[in-house]
């Protein structure tokens, strides 16, 4: 025995043990990737199958030349290569065939008989025909016994493979790791099988002995190859496997965002309805007592507009937090939107029932919120539904919230049970919607002006342009109805873009008569959230070839102060571009003096409640007082609106207010008669104007 087969002898066993490892790793790999044949198509299916069957065929390759590296026929071996190389492809083929059979599509048991049949056959004829290609001389004599009983011991693990890996079973990667083990296993002790029924007489030789293709080049060359491709299949599959999971983590959280409110994270109201449609559904063939409450918060806007929306957002947050622990399990709560929710309660929930839901909310509701240790008020409308008595479940959230609003009408912190009237209040909130989309194409809008009043002198000095609506039917449309609408189906960006140009046009239209007036519009906070605000009211402004200096635009103070740092570079941006900045509705909101600072803005403007008050009320008098020794020390001008009476207007001149607007000079009026006014003094009263409205001005290039 010379060195070469001694030490072949020595590592036999450990040989034996790489080979078995070596194929129940390309068994795992090429049963892994067949997994995702079940239902994939065609084109989709070409590359794992590929893959799954190079595993697979390399697998039952690599065993022969592992298996034979320790020379248990007692030669030194070489091959001619055809063979070897087409037992390899006819390897690889089979693989695929039997793989597509036992994977793609439902699994049958002829499938996989027929797909271990033809496994069968490359395990038992590969080495067969590797011994051919060895021309051994003499040549061997085969025993038809031991090779029929390793042909059926593999057909059994090819079957159990089978029967381990397919299916939802095979999902487990534990029981694809036995069925490899198990393919792997047999795969070198039926090779060991089919050698031993190979007799070969002692002084055989291999003819191809000092070829090339020497048994421990191959077995090398089988070992390396093999090794490497099912390592790298395998890396490929967990690398798809993980990119599979992450985009099946992403859509899921795609759809669950799609059913999901993002602030209160219950449920939004398109997955409402869709859970509503079921309920119809299944309502449609027994009915059963089923409840709708929409619930309307009663204070909410003016928490929102008093402290800005990081308030108005945590106070949406407890208030569906306080909803949901009344509710528990009773019923299925949602947000509809804004400040609305809307409750289904479970079936067989009558009129009682919800009656008595109803009152608990309200309780829970009436409790003051504690949001940034302030406490907040709130109360709500409820609207109900009883389904079947009130009609159709499609149509329930409609009705319910009608009758929220009709509860809210009626003086709020209160429930409603819907009845038929309730819709005709609905029908026209939907009516005057669908004609404020068409208003501005309409020609309907127009900006009335009232003027403004220099205190001190009692000359006009600008005037403020408000919007109006004149609907072909319902004649004067109040700003306190439409505007909120507009606000709340986004439409208000539109409106205030309308308002922008039109200021700009009859500026420049007033010029053209000779009349500097300086004109004021209001800015929602929803074109404040506009990133090219500034650019398109400089666009406007160049449009009409106006001096900047002639526009003031007006932010409330929660919307200031809504996102501080937001607000500060939008008027930064305005600034540059000219324009004159004011801040409305001053000492309603809560402020912040340090950021208020830093804004540049020229006006502060006080609210009309507390213009109101200002002759019977000494706190009235105080914050006034107190705003207007803020704007002296801010260096701000100060104006207050909403003055009516003759002592109003005494008081704030008495305090040091610089400017003055409201019905005791006049009321809001169009252009035209504004103009007639300056130009004849024919105003309805006997108050001047201001000559630097009548200088000559030049268009100033807004660039």
């Known amino acids: 025995m010379d060195h070469d087969t001694f030490l072949a002898w020595h590592f036999a066993p450990v040989l034996s043990v790489a080979a078995a490892a070596l194929a129940a790793l390309a068994c795992y790999v090429a049963l892994d990737l067949s997994r995702r044949l079940a239902g994939a198509g065609l084109r989709a299916a070409i590359p794992w199958l590929l893959g799954a069957a190079l595993a697979l065929g390399s697998g039952q390759w690599s065993v022969h030349f592992l298996a034979l590296a320790h020379r248990p026929l007692h030669l030194a071996a070489g091959y001619g290569g055809a063979i070897t190389l087409a037992v390899w492809a006819g390897g690889v083929l089979a693989g695929a065939l039997a793989l597509r059979w036992a994977f793609a599509g439902r699994t049958r048991p002829a499938a996989n008989l027929a797909a271990a049949l033809l496994l069968t056959a490359t395990a038992v004829g590969g080495p067969v025909l590797y011994l051919v290609d060895m021309r051994l001389a003499p040549a061997p004599h085969w025993q038809v016994l031991p090779l029929a009983l390793a042909a059926l011991a593999m057909l059994a693990v090819w079957t159990a493979c089978g029967v381990l890996a397919a299916g939802p079973r095979g999902a487990d990667r534990r029981w694809r790791a036995a069925a490899a083990v198990l393919a792997g296993t047999g795969l070198v002790a039926v090779h060991h099988a089919v050698l031993g029924a190979a007799q070969v007489s ?22 390396v190859v093999t090794l490497a491709l099912s390592i790298t299949l395998l890396a490929l599959s967990i690398m798809e496997a993980r990119m599979r999971r992450a985009l099946r983590a992403a859509i899921q959280r795609v759809e669950e965002a799609s059913r999901t409110d993002a602030l209160t994270r219950l449920p939004n109201r398109r997955s409402f309805e869709a859970r509503l449609d079921a309920v119809a559904h299944h309502a449609a063939a027994a009915p059963l007592a ?47 939107g804004g400040d609305e929710f809307v409750l289904l309660l479970g079936p067989g929930s009558g009129r009682a029932e919800a009656a008595a839901m109803a009152q608990q909310l309200l ?18 409308s409820i609207g109900v539904v009883l389904y079947p008595r009130d009609g159709s479940l499609s149509a329930a959230m409609a009705n319910a919230e009608a009758a929220s609003h009709y509860a809210k009408r009626n003086g709020g912190s209160t429930f409603a049970f819907f009845e038929p009237r309730m819709l005709g209040d609905a029908r026209e909130q939907v009516e005057l919607l669908r ?22 002198s009692g000359e006009i000095m600008g005037a403020e342009g408000l919007l109006r609506w004149h609907h072909p039917e319902r ?7 439409f505007i909120p609408l507009a606000e709340r189906h986004g439409l208000i960006v539109t409106l205030g873009q309308w308002v922008i140009e039109e200021a700009c046009r ?14 004021a519009i209001n800015l929602s906070v929803h074109q404040l959230r506009q990133p090219d605000l500034a650019e398109r009211i400089a666009a406007a402004l160049k449009r009409h070839q ?53 804004m540049p803005a020229e006006e502060l403007k006080i609210d009309r ?26 260096g701000r001008k100060v104006v207050a609106e909403g003055v009516e009476t003759e002592g109003q207007a005494q008081v704030l001149r008495a305090l040091g207010c610089d400017v003055l607007q409201g019905y005791l000079y006049a009321k809001p009026m169009s252009a035209r008669a504004l103009a007639l006014w300056a130009m004849n003094d024919v105003g309805p009263r006997a108050i001047e104007f201001s000559a630097s409205l009548f200088q000559e001005t030049q268009p100033v290039s807004v660039h």
């Open 609 to 634: 409640s507390f213009v109101l008050d200002l002759e019977t009320s000494a706190d009235a008098r105080a914050v006034v007082d107190a705003v207007v020794k803020l704007g002296q020390a801010l």
């Open 290 to 336: 089923t409840a709708v409450l929409f619930i309307g918060l009663d204070q909410f806007k003016q928490v929102n507009d008093s402290f800005g929306r990081r308030t108005g957002d945590l106070l949406l947050q407890a208030v569906a937090q306080r909803l949901r622990g009344v509710i528990g399990r009773r019923g299925l709560l949602a947000r509809a």
């Open 475 to 481: 004649g004067m449309v109040s700003p306190a109805s």
């Open 435 to 456: 004609d404020l989309r068409h208003a501005v194409a309409k020609n309907q809008l127009e900006l009335v002006y009232q003027p403004k009043v220099h205190a001190p």
């Open 546 to 598: 106006i001096n900047p200096n002639l526009l003031t635009c007006e932010i409330t103070e929660s919307a200031a102060m809504e996102d501080a740092e937001g607000t500060q570079a939008i008027l930064e941006r305005l600034a540059a571009v000219g324009v004159h900045l004011s801040i409305d509705d001053f000492g309603t909101g809560f402020c912040n003096f340090a950021m208020l600072r830093k």
């Open 363 to 380: 309780e829970a509701l009436a409790e003051p919120v504690e949001i940034e240790q302030r406490s907040l008020g709130l109360g709500a």
């Open 202 to 223: 002692e002084g055989a030789v291999s003819l191809h002995a000092m070829g090339w293709l020497a048994d421990t080049t191959l077995a090398l060359l089988a070992g």
């Open 506 to 519: 009859q500026a420049r239209a007033w010029r053209d008569q000779g009349l500097r007036m300086r004109v």
